[in-house]
C-alpha cells in the first residue's frame, strides 16, 4: 500500500510513533495519532489514499495550503545556495524577510528579531518591553493561548497553564471581551467594550501602572474561541497603554499572515501596537520560523546597550526564504483579497446557515477565514455541548462530533465545546462548500445531545 519513501505502511509509521516519538499535551499511552503522507493545497492524505479537507489547516499555520509549487522551489533553491548562517552576519533573504514584514507592518515598527517560532516570539517581545520599559510585570488575557516553553505557558491565560505552574513571576492576567459569555454581563458589543476597558484600566490601577511593562493580548483570540474583539476595544487598550508609557504587543501568531484578511489582523481595526508577534501564517510553517515586529523607539533603546538575547537559528535562511517567497505568493495571487471575499460570500453567510438548521450551534462568529462554531446543549441556557476543560467520557459528544466529521473526509479543529472552521486562506469557494456540507451532516450528531 504504501508509496512512502521509506518503504512503511501506515500502520507500520504509527507503530514506530507509537514506540519513539513523544507527543505535546498528550497522556502517550492513549495516544491514536492519524498517519498522514501527503499534502496538496486544501488536502491531506493518510497512507491507504483517503483524502482529508484540512479544515483546521494543521495548526491554524498552513494558510498559503499545502506543497505550494512555488513555495517549495523557493526552499529547494534556498537549500542549493545556503542552508545555514549564524545570526549575527547579514544575509540577503533574511535581509529582505524582514524589509517585507515590516513593510506591511504598522508604521515605525520597522525592525525584526526572528525567532523559531510563536512562544518563542512571545519570550521576546516580553523581553523587548521588559528592557524598554524597566519594569517587571505583563498583563495578559485569561481565555489566551501564548506559546508553550516556560515564559510563555505563564502568559498563557487557559488551562494548558495549569499543570506548568508555579510559572515565572510577573504576569497578572485580565478578562478580555467575549460578547456571547459575557464576564460583564453585557447586553452588546458596546457594553462589553466599555465594561471589558473599564475592568481593565481598574486592574492597571490596582497593579500600579508604573510597575506594568506590557498589555499583550491576542488581536483576535485564537485556540479559546476565535474571539474578534467588540468595536472599540483595541483602540481603548491603545489609549490606556499610551496613558501610563505602557507597550502594547499584539500577538498575532495565529491572526497575522492571512487569517483575518489583512497582512496583520489588527489593520481591520486600524490600531498600531507596538510590538507585533508573529509565526505560522508567515511561512505556513513549510520551516519554523516566528519573530517579532519592533517599533523604532523599542529598538532604539538597545541602540548603545548590548540586547540580551539571541538564538542560534535566528533569521534561518531556509525559513527567510520561505517567508519572502510566501509573501510574493500572496501578492501575486491576491489571496488576502480572496479571504476577505470569502469571508463575505460563503463563510459568514454559509456558517449562519448551519445555526439556522441546527440547534447545538449556540455562536457563530469571526472574521476572514478565522471563524468558530460553538456547540452548546441548549440555546437559552447556553451550556456548553461539552464542560468547559472537558477530558474523557465528559468529551465525548465533541469526539463524536469530529469522528463524525472524519469519516465524511474532513479534519475539523475543534477545542472544548468549539469548532473552527480554519481552512487555508487557498482554500476556494467549492473546497469551502464541500466541508461546510460535511459540518452540516457531522452537526446531527452534536444536536442529538441538545
Ligand atoms: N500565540 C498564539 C496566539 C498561538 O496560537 C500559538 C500557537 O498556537 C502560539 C503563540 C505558540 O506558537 P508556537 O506553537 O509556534 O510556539
Avoid at 23 to 44: K, N
Avoid at 234 to 259: K, Q
Avoid at 276 to 290: D, E, M, T
Wanted: with cysteine; glycine share 8%.
Amino acid at each position: 500500500m504504501s508509496t512512502h519513501d521509506l518503504g512503511l505502511s501506515g500502520d507500520e509509521v504509527k507503530a514506530l510513533d507509537r514506540a519513539h516519538v513523544f507527543h505535546s499535551w498528550s497522556a502517550q499511552a492513549t495516544l491514536d495519532p492519524m498517519a498522514i503522507e501527503r499534502g496538496e493545497g486544501s488536502y491531506v492524505w493518510d497512507y491507504d489514499g483517503n483524502r482529508y479537507l484540512d479544515f483546521g489547516s494543521q495548526l491554524v499555520n498552513v494558510n498559503i495550503g499545502h506543497q505550494h509549487p512555488k513555495l517549495v522551489a523557493a526552499i529547494q533553491d534556498q537549500a542549493a545556495r545556503m542552508c545555514t548562517i549564524a545570526p549575527a552576519v547579514a544575509n540577503d533573504v533574511r535581509s529582505e524577510a524582514a524589509r517585507r514584514i515590516s513593510d506591511v507592518a504598522p508604521e515605525k515598527l520597522t525592525k525584526v528579531f526572528f525567532t523559531n517560532g510563536g512562544a518563542e516570539a512571545n519570550e521576546y517581545a516580553i523581553r523587548l518591553a521588559k528592557g524598554h520599559t524597566g519594569r517587571p510585570k505583563i498583563l495578559t488575557t485569561y481565555r489566551s493561548y501564548h506559546g508553550a516553553t516556560t515564559g510563555a505557558i505563564g502568559l498563557t491565560g487557559e488551562p494548558r497553564r495549569w499543570a506548568n505552574e508555579p510559572v515565572t513571576h510577573g504576569t497578572v492576567h485580565f478578562w478580555g471581551p467575549y460578547p456571547y459569555r459575557s464576564q460583564f454581563h453585557s447586553d452588546s458589543p458596546e457594553q462589553e467594550t466599555e465594561r471589558a476597558l473599564q475592568h481593565l484600566r481598574d486592574v492597571v490601577m490596582v497593579e500600579g501602572p508604573q510597575t506594568i511593562a506590557a498589555i499583550m493580548l491576542e488581536t483576535v483570540v485564537g485556540t479559546n474561541g476565535v474571539l474578534v474583539p467588540p468595536p472599540g476595544y483595541l483602540a481603548g487598550v491603545r489609549e490606556i497603554c499610551d496613558e501610563h508609557g505602557i507597550v502594547m504587543i499584539a500577538d498575532e501568531v495565529m491572526s497575522g499572515f492571512g487569517r483575518c484578511g489583512q497582512w496583520f489582523a489588527i489593520d481591520a481595526w486600524d490600531v498600531a501596537p507596538d510590538l507585533i508577534s508573529f509565526a505560522k501564517g508567515v511561512n505556513s510553517g513549510y520551516v519554523p520560523l516566528g519573530g517579532v515586529v519592533i517599533h523604532e523607539d523599542i529598538a532604539a533603546s538597545y541602540d548603545e546597550k548590548p540586547f540580551p538575547g539571541g538564538l542560534t537559528y535566528s533569521g534561518h535562511p531556509l525559513a527567510c526564504a520561505s517567508a519572502v517567497a510566501s509573501m510574493r505568493i500572496f501578492e501575486e495571487e491576491e489571496i488576502l483579497g480572496h479571504v476577505r471575499r470569502m469571508a463575505q460570500d460563503v463563510y459568514e453567510p454559509r456558517l449562519r446557515e448551519l445555526a439556522d438548521r441546527h440547534p447545538s450551534v449556540g455562536d457563530v462568529r469571526g472574521i476572514g477565514a478565522f471563524w468558530a462554531l460553538e456547540l452548546v446543549r441548549d440555546r437559552d441556557t447556553r451550556e456548553p455541548l461539552v464542560p468547559f476543560n472537558a477530558t474523557g467520557a465528559d468529551a465525548a459528544p465533541m469526539a463524536q462530533f469530529a469522528a463524525a466529521c472524519k469519516q465524511r473526509g474532513l479534519l475539523p479543529f475543534t477545542h472544548f465545546n468549539r469548532t473552527h472552521v480554519v481552512p487555508p486562506c487557498t482554500t476556494t469557494r467549492d473546497e469551502a462548500l464541500e466541508g461546510i456540507a460535511i459540518l452540516d451532516e457531522a452537526l446531527k450528531v452534536a444536536d442529538e445531545h441538545y
